[in-house]
C-alpha cells in the first residue's frame, strides 16, 4: 500500500500548471483546435480510438490534445472514459462484404474483381522530408478527384474458398454467447473471439514486433495479404419493437486478411489459413500485424508445435494491453521508500555474513 506523503499537494499543483503552460506552448501561437487534430493528424487519432476501444474523433483529438501527443497516455485517458461509459445495447456483426470502399488492394491476385484502388496511402511515397509542406497550402488545382464507384468487390479468400484451397471462414454457433472482455475478465484457454479482442485494442507496437517475428521464421508462417480493405461500414442493431434491424449510423474501418500456406497434418488437409485483423479507421499496419499474430494463435488448431512467442497465447494476451502494461511500468515512479529500506537492511544483512564468512575461510586458508 501506498502513503501519502504530507505536504505534496502545493507542489502537485504547480505540477499541473506548469503541465498546462507546456501544453499551451508559445502564446504567440494560436491555440491547435480538436478539429484540426481529428483531421490533420488523423493516423494518431485513429489509433487512440482502436487501442482505446471507443470511436468517438472527438474526444480522441480531446484526449491526444490533453496528453501532448503522447499516443500511450491519449489511449490511456480514452480507455479510462469508456469504462465510466453506460452501455446501452449490442450491435450487429459488421457486414464488410458491403463496406464502402476507400482502398483496397491484394498481393495474391494483380487483376481481382471490382480491380484495386490504391486510395489514400504513403506506400508509393519517397520516404523524404518535403519542405513545401512548411505551411504551404495545397493548390487546388492539385487536389485528388475521388469517385464514388459502386461495384462488387468480392472478398480474395471467397475465390479460394470456391476451389476449396483455403479452409472455411467458420460460422458462429447459435446458441453459444461471444465473450465480452470490456465485462469479464480474460482467461486462458481463450477462444477466437477473445483473442481478437484482445489483438484489436492491443498495442500497435507489440504487435508489430510480434508479426514481425513470425516473418523471421519465429512460427512456420509464409504468408500473402489477400486483402486490405479500408471503407465505411453500417453500423445496425436489432430493434424488439420493431422485429427487424436499423442503421444508426457508420463508421470507418481497416480490414485485413491474411493468407497463409500450410502443408497439412493429421487435424487438416494442404491448404491455404487464415489470419485476420480489423480495426477502427485508417490503420494498415496494425490490421496487418494482428492478423498475423492471429494465425500464430491458432498454431494448435493446426497440429502444428507452439514453439515461438507469438504463438503463446498467454504471452500474447497477457502483455498487448498498453494500458496494464504502461500502468504496471511507471508505478515504479511512485514512492517505493518502505520497500527499498526493507530490500537495503537486508542486502547489507547479506553482505555482512558474506564478508564474515569469506574472513573466516581466509582465516583457516592462512592456519
Known amino acids: 500500500m501506498y502513503v501519502a506523503v504530507k505536504g505534496g499537494e502545493r507542489a502537485i499543483r504547480n505540477a499541473h500548471r506548469l503541465l498546462a503552460d507546456k501544453r499551451r506552448g508559445p502564446r504567440n501561437l494560436p491555440d491547435i483546435t480538436l478539429e484540426q487534430i481529428a483531421t490533420q493528424l488523423a493516423l494518431s487519432v485513429d489509433r487512440?480510438?482502436?487501442?482505446?476501444?471507443?470511436?468517438?474523433?472527438?474526444?480522441?483529438?480531446?484526449?491526444?490534445?490533453?496528453?501532448?501527443?503522447?499516443?500511450?497516455?491519449?489511449?490511456?485517458?480514452?480507455?479510462?472514459?469508456?469504462?465510466?461509459?453506460?452501455?446501452?445495447?449490442?450491435?450487429?456483426?459488421?457486414?464488410?462484404?458491403?463496406?464502402?470502399?476507400?482502398?483496397?488492394?491484394?498481393?495474391?491476385?494483380?487483376?481481382?474483381?471490382?480491380?484495386?484502388?490504391?486510395?489514400?496511402?504513403?506506400?508509393?511515397?519517397?520516404?523524404l522530408l518535403d519542405p513545401t509542406l512548411e505551411g504551404a497550402e495545397i493548390d487546388e488545382a492539385a487536389r485528388a478527384e475521388v469517385t464514388d464507384e459502386d461495384r462488387p468487390m468480392p472478398r480474395v479468400t471467397d475465390l479460394l474458398g470456391h476451389e476449396e484451397?483455403?479452409?472455411?471462414?467458420?460460422?458462429?454457433?447459435?446458441?453459444?454467447?461471444?465473450?465480452?472482455?470490456?465485462?469479464?475478465?480474460l482467461s486462458f484457454p481463450a477462444d477466437r473471439d477473445l483473442r481478437l479482442q484482445a489483438l484489436a485494442r492491443g498495442d500497435e507496437g507489440f504487435l508489430l514486433g510480434l508479426g514481425y517475428s513470425t516473418q523471421r521464421g519465429y512460427s512456420r508462417?509464409?504468408?500473402?495479404?489477400?486483402?486490405?480493405?479500408?471503407?465505411?461500414?453500417?453500423?445496425?442493431?436489432?430493434?424488439?419493437?420493431?422485429?427487424?434491424?436499423?442503421?444508426?449510423?457508420?463508421?470507418?474501418?481497416?480490414?485485413?486478411?491474411?493468407?497463409?500456406?500450410?502443408?497439412?497434418?493429421?487435424?487438416?488437409?494442404?491448404?491455404?489459413?487464415?489470419?485476420?485483423?480489423?480495426?477502427?479507421?485508417?490503420?494498415?499496419?496494425?490490421?496487418?500485424?494482428?492478423?498475423?499474430?492471429?494465425?500464430?494463435?491458432?498454431?494448435?488448431?493446426?497440429g502444428e508445435d507452439v514453439v515461438a512467442p507469438a504463438q503463446d497465447e498467454e504471452f500474447v494476451l497477457s502483455h498487448s494491453d498498453n494500458v496494464q502494461s504502461t500502468g504496471f511500468l511507471e508505478h515504479l515512479k511512485l514512492p517505493h521508500y518502505v520497500d527499498f529500506q526493507a530490500e537495503l537492511d537486508f542486502v547489507r544483512r547479506m553482505r555482512h555474513e558474506y564478508e564474515d564468512r569469506a574472513a573466516q575461510e581466509n582465516k583457516e586458508a592462512a592456519e
Open 48 to 127: 487512440i480510438m482502436s487501442e482505446g476501444s471507443l470511436y468517438d474523433r472527438d474526444l480522441a483529438a480531446l484526449a491526444m490534445k490533453q496528453a501532448r501527443g503522447d499516443l500511450i497516455d491519449a489511449i490511456f485517458l480514452v480507455h479510462a472514459y469508456r469504462t465510466i461509459t453506460p452501455r446501452f445495447g449490442f450491435s450487429e456483426p459488421l457486414d464488410t462484404s458491403k463496406m464502402r470502399v476507400e482502398r483496397r488492394v491484394s498481393a495474391t491476385f494483380k487483376d481481382l474483381p471490382g480491380g484495386q484502388l490504391l486510395g489514400p496511402t504513403f506506400d508509393y511515397t519517397h520516404r
Open 221 to 302: 508462417t509464409h504468408p500473402f495479404v489477400g486483402e486490405i480493405r479500408i471503407g465505411t461500414v453500417d453500423v445496425e442493431v436489432e430493434i424488439p419493437e420493431l422485429g427487424f434491424t436499423v442503421s444508426i449510423g457508420e463508421i470507418q474501418v481497416t480490414e485485413c486478411r491474411m493468407v497463409t500456406q500450410f502443408k497439412g497434418s493429421a487435424k487438416a488437409p494442404p491448404q491455404f489459413t487464415r489470419g485476420y485483423g480489423l480495426v477502427f479507421d485508417q490503420s494498415e499496419r496494425k490490421a496487418m500485424a494482428m492478423s498475423l499474430v492471429d494465425r500464430a494463435l491458432r498454431a494448435r488448431e493446426f
Open 165 to 185: 484451397l483455403i479452409e472455411d471462414d467458420g460460422e458462429a454457433q447459435e446458441g453459444v454467447e461471444i465473450g465480452d472482455l470490456t465485462r469479464e475478465p
